[in-house]
Every structure is written in C-alpha cells, then in structure tokens.
C-alpha cells in the first residue's frame, strides 16, 4: 500500500516541507509537499535524494574497519574516553542535529569538560532578520553566493523579487553561477568590495541574501548596512545550533584540532569542512547515519538515527521553530540515547 508521509528536508537551513513516499512501510522515494508555506511543492534535487543517505545508512558498527555490535562498540568508545585526558578530547556540534541532540551533546561536553566545537560556516546568529516573504517584497536584494544553485527554494523567492520589479545585485566567486544570471547586476570580488561599491544603492527596503561572507568583518559590515539580512546555512538547524552553542571559526576550530588527541564527532562532516590534516589525531570517533569524508578516516563508528527514524526540530534561515516526527520506526539509536550510555 503507498502511503505519503509529510516530513521536513534536512539538506539546507532554508526548512522545505518533503514528502516521503512508503510502499508497505519502506521508503521508495519523495514528493513535493504542496501545501507547505516554504516551499510551496517544490524541492531541489538535493531535497528530492536527501533519502539517499537513509537508503545507504550504516547497519552495524564499525571498529577498525570490521563491522561489530553497536553495544559493543559504544563500550569501547566509553573505554576509549576514560582513558583520555578530558582537555584533549574534542566533541564536533553540528547544524545537522536537532535542538534537543544539541542540548544534549553540549551537556555531555560540558559535563566532561571536553572542548566543543561547531562550526556555523563562518556565519553568525543575527537577532533580527528577514523572511522569505520579506525578500520577495524587497525592491533590491543582494545576493552573496550563488543562492540559486546552491539553496534553490530561496533562490526562488529572488526571482519572485525580480518578477515584483526588484533589482538583482549579486556576488559570486563561482565560474558559470547560475544566480549571475538572473543579475541586473554582477560582481565576482571580494564581500567588502561588493557592499561597499553598492552602499549608496542599499536602502530600507533592501535585503542582504547570503550563504557566505570572506571574514567576520563581513558580517558587522552586513549587520550595519540599514536593511534585513537573511543569513543561509549549509545545514538544516545551524541556526537552531547558534543559540544552543557558541560557533568556533574554521581558523579556531583549527586551533583546538591542533591539540585534539580524541574526536567526537555527532553527525557531521568535519573533514569536508575544515581544512586539516586529520592524520594528526589519534583517534576519530563518528557517530553518523551514513558515509562521510570523516566515515571514511574514522576509527570506530556508531550508527545513529536518521532524521527519518526519529522526532525533532530545527531552526530554518529565518528563524521559525519547525517540529518534525519519525516517519518509519527503527531498532537504531538515537545520538540522545548513546550519549546516555556513554554517561
Ligand atoms: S532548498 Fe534546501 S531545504 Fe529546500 S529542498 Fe533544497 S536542500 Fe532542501
């Protein structure tokens, strides 16, 4: 029997509705979900295959590349961290996560005195900032990455502004960037240089769409530019994360990586992200749902629920607190349950 299940995409901040389509209890594919505020019945193609990781999950753990028991392994990650110095054991956050993962892998860290490291790509939370319907209404957005390839649903609400009679301004570093295209008018500079250069045109009706800045100058720069803003994230509750979590700078990151003997890292991709050499670390513990660059060097890894075995929420770009519930039932654990093992 086909069954249609709403849940929310996890690929991006901006918080799309998704549909999950079963077929006696498994999961066979996605579907728009039409009625949804953000998105309105679409999704971009990393939405529609964001069931991909789901479908390639890790079934059993894995300890010096032979797969074992979950229980077993958890006893040895346990093992692992009573042996360790707590000053150079390092815990990765990740915009990946719920709020109430967040919660609980920032209690776990602090209660060990481990570090805790979370890297917000070099953004920050800002207290006020715009909606998606703001950007539509907009009579000039400036767009800081390519927003169109890259978080497409907002893109979507850029062109709406142009159809509105807005005026494109945007930056992109990227060759062939498809939000170029739709600009009145374009730049492939630095952050600086663009706002600067287009200070006398940004007024209160003006937003600041963007999804990454060169430096954290940039950002006091944006935050004193007279308009909303509208900050974009790589990950689905980085913003939920930010006020859960101080983020580090992928320079700071480095910095406690550098006297990192032990790593945990709560589903995330840190070797994708920042650029270090991970050989220099002892030992790399993942706790993931399925392969990464990080999987890859690891350790020992942990399989943990995916988003579509377990109840949450995140936090999208523009602030709205969005809950989500288990869409298919399952026998793995989640990351609140094994922190509590390993407690
Ligand atoms: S724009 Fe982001 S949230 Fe929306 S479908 Fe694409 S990846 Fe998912």
Redesign the pocket.
């Known amino acids: 029997m086909l069954e249609i299940k709403h849940t929310?995409?996890?690929?991006?901040?901006?918080?799309?509705g998704?549909n999950v389509v079963l077929n006696d209890g498994e999961i066979v594919g996605t579907f728009p979900y039409k009625r949804h505020p953000?998105?309105a019945g679409?999704?971009?193609?990393?939405?529609?295959n964001?069931i991909d990781c789901y479908q390639n999950k890790f079934e059993s753990a894995v300890v010096s590349k032979s797969e074992t028991d979950v229980e077993k392994a958890i006893a040895d990650v346990s093992k692992e961290l009573s042996s360790a110095d707590a000053s150079s054991v390092t815990v990765i956050c990740s915009g990946n996560n719920s709020l109430e993962e967040i919660e609980a892998i920032k209690d776990f860290a602090e209660s060990k005195n481990y570090n805790i490291a979370f890297y917000a790509d070099d953004l920050k939370d800002f207290d006020a900032v715009a909606s998606y319907d703001d950007v539509e209404g907009a009579s000039n957005v400036f767009v800081i990455g390519d927003l169109l390839y890259e978080?497409?649903?907002?893109?979507r609400r850029i062109v709406h502004a142009k159809q509105n009679g807005a005026k494109i301004y945007a930056l992109s570093k990227v060759d062939k960037s498809v939000t170029l295209n739709i600009a009145d008018e374009s730049s492939n500079g630095s952050v600086q240089e663009f706002l600067d250069n287009n200070n006398a045109n940004i007024d209160e009706s003006s937003v600041i769409v963007f999804n990454y800045v060169d430096a954290q100058e940039d950002l006091d720069k944006i935050e004193a530019a007279g308009c909303k803003v509208l900050p974009v994230f790589s990950k689905?509750n980085t913003k939920g994360a930010l006020k859960i979590v101080d983020p580090k700078s992928e320079a700071e990151i480095i910095e406690v990586l550098n006297n990192t003997k032990l790593l945990l890292v709560f589903n995330d991709d840190v070797v994708e992200d920042i650029d270090f050499d991970f050989g220099k670390i002892s030992k790399i513990i993942s706790f993931a749902e399925c392969e990464n660059e990080t999987t890859k060097i690891s350790d020992i890894i942990i399989p943990i629920k995916t988003w579509l075995e377990k109840d949450g929420s995140f936090v999208?770009a523009m602030g709205e607190n969005q809950a989500f519930k288990a869409v298919v039932e399952s026998d793995a654990l989640s990351e609140i349950e094994i922190i509590g093992k390993l407690n």
């Open positions: 929310l995409c996890p690929s991006c901040s901006v918080g799309c998704i953000v998105n679409k999704n971009c193609s990393n939405g529609r964001s978080n497409p649903l907002i893109g689905s999208n």
